[in-house]
């Protein structure tokens, strides 16, 4: 493993079990997390904007527990999407990842219920230790709790 997965093995083990959701618009940004996440999460599905991620949570909805998603996006953005998401099954971790530090748009995104938010570029540590944690919060709301 390269440097940027220092401390990263126990999001390792913990997303052996969980489906991850990640919702990008921006294809670049979407290939390179993909990429990396795709080391450690073997059930990784991809959205490219709010309503493909919503569609894609409904289909794999048993086995998902962690979404990270952008915050701006067309179609639906990932605030409308985490509160639909979180509608479904509350159990669900929500990690925003966004360039914009508007705090009206950080404390819109936090009231829907996301467990945290992530500033790009991504600070891969600290997203994977944001992961382990909301594996662990997932598996301790019972997972599948709806």
Not at 57 to 81: A, C, K, Y
Not at 118 to 142: C, N, S, T, W
């Amino acid at each position: 493993m390269g440097r940027e997965w220092n401390g990263c093995q126990s999001a390792e083990r913990a997303l052996e079990s969980v489906g991850v959701l990640l919702v990008e618009d921006e294809e670049s940004t979407r290939e390179f997390l993909g990429t990396t996440l795709r080391k450690v999460a073997p059930r990784l599905h991809f959205g490219v904007d709010g309503r493909s991620g919503l569609e894609l949570f409904v289909q794999h909805r048993e086995e998902i527990g962690v979404v990270l998603s952008d915050i701006h996006m067309p179609e639906m953005d990932g605030i409308e999407m985490a509160r639909r998401i979180l509608s479904q099954k509350p159990s669900v971790q929500v990690i925003f990842l966004s360039a914009h530090t508007e705090p009206g748009l950080l404390e819109e995104a936090m009231a829907t219920g996301a467990r945290g938010y992530l500033l790009k570029p991504v600070d891969f540590r600290k997203m994977f230790a944001e992961i382990g944690e909301a594996v662990d919060a997932y598996h301790q709301l019972g997972q599948g709790a709806s």
